[in-house]
């Protein structure tokens, strides 16, 4: 199968974000990738539900909504109401972390869970299998255009190894400094859901982009 590819929202211009909504309901883009940060969890501040609901007035395909915030808990049912598709909240700011992932499906979206650079893979072992997903940031999450980590790749494939005993349909997700260098390497680790930014809005074509990303060719196999 092809990657999921989903742009990041928070990378468009947003004195021109209808325009950007549009060409990406248009392009190969599989989710729209929507980034809200507080400021506490992370040194950013992002936006929150008024332009979360501009961008569903629009959008006709999937929002994959990142939640890089402190207490997540007390915002899920807003986030799902405001037309989140899927919530992904960070194991590092959750305490009771079943508990929000429990929320999260019954607030009727999917489930998600994203760890920082520095945390470990292991530590996703006994909530594997109740997740739909897991976002392995590359970079520091508060900023775009960062570099990427190589260390992500190890992570991937031993997430993708944990998996395959705990949970085959799981997606892996990659957010930070991916793009045409390295989403061949990061397939071959196990990632399938990619999340691109400035590779996306800072190329010349953006549609053209989000197509060689999407149609990328692995070794001799065309995926």
């Given at each position: 199968?092809?990657?999921?590819?989903?742009?990041?929202?928070?990378?468009?211009?947003?004195?021109?974000?209808?325009?950007?909504?549009?060409?990406?309901?248009?392009?190969?883009?599989?989710?729209?990738?929507?980034?809200?940060?507080?400021?506490?969890?992370?040194?950013?501040?992002?936006?929150?539900?008024?332009?979360?609901?501009?961008?569903?007035?629009?959008?006709?395909?999937?929002?994959?909504?990142?939640?890089?915030?402190?207490?997540?808990?007390?915002?899920?049912?807003?986030?799902?109401?405001?037309?989140?598709?899927?919530?992904?909240?960070?194991?590092?700011?959750?305490?009771?972390?079943?508990?929000?992932?429990?929320?999260?499906?019954?607030s009727?979206?999917?489930?998600?869970?994203?760890?920082?650079?520095?945390?470990?893979v292991?530590?996703?072992?006994?909530?594997?299998?109740?997740?739909?997903?897991?976002?392995?940031?590359?970079?520091?999450?508060?900023?775009?255009?960062?570099?990427?980590?190589?260390?992500?790749?190890?992570?991937?494939?031993?997430?993708?190894?944990?998996?395959?005993?705990?949970?085959?349909?799981?997606?892996?997700?990659?957010?930070?400094?991916?793009?045409?260098?390295?989403?061949?390497?990061?397939?071959?680790?196990?990632?399938?859901?990619?999340v691109?930014?400035?590779?996306?809005?800072?190329?010349?074509?953006?549609?053209?982009?989000?197509?060689?990303?999407?149609?990328?060719?692995?070794?001799?196999?065309?995926?």
């Amino acid at each position: 199968m092809k990657p999921i590819i989903a742009p990041s929202v928070l990378s468009a211009d947003f004195a021109n974000l209808q325009r950007d909504i549009e060409m990406m309901n248009s392009s190969e883009a599989d989710w729209f990738h929507v980034d809200v940060m507080d400021g506490v969890f992370v040194p950013n501040i992002s936006f929150g539900f008024p332009v979360m609901e501009a961008i569903k007035k629009y959008a006709v395909k999937p929002l994959d909504v990142h939640l890089m915030i402190v207490n997540p808990d007390q915002y899920i049912e807003r986030f799902a109401q405001a037309g989140a598709t899927g919530i992904t909240v960070h194991y590092e700011a959750c305490v009771h972390l079943h508990r929000t992932v429990q929320s999260i499906h019954q607030s009727g979206c999917k489930a998600g869970v994203a760890i920082n650079p520095h945390t470990p893979v292991e530590l996703l072992k006994d909530i594997l299998s109740d997740l739909d997903l897991v976002l392995v940031m590359s970079v520091n999450p508060g900023f775009g255009g960062q570099k990427f980590i190589p260390n992500t790749l190890s992570k991937v494939k031993e997430l993708r190894a944990m998996a395959a005993r705990l949970n085959p349909d799981l997606i892996i997700e990659v957010d930070g400094g991916v793009g045409i260098q390295n989403i061949e390497s990061l397939i071959q680790a196990g990632a399938n859901a990619f999340v691109a930014g400035n590779a996306v809005f800072a190329a010349e074509s953006p549609s053209k982009m989000i197509s060689d990303l999407k149609n990328i060719s692995v070794g001799d196999i065309r995926i």
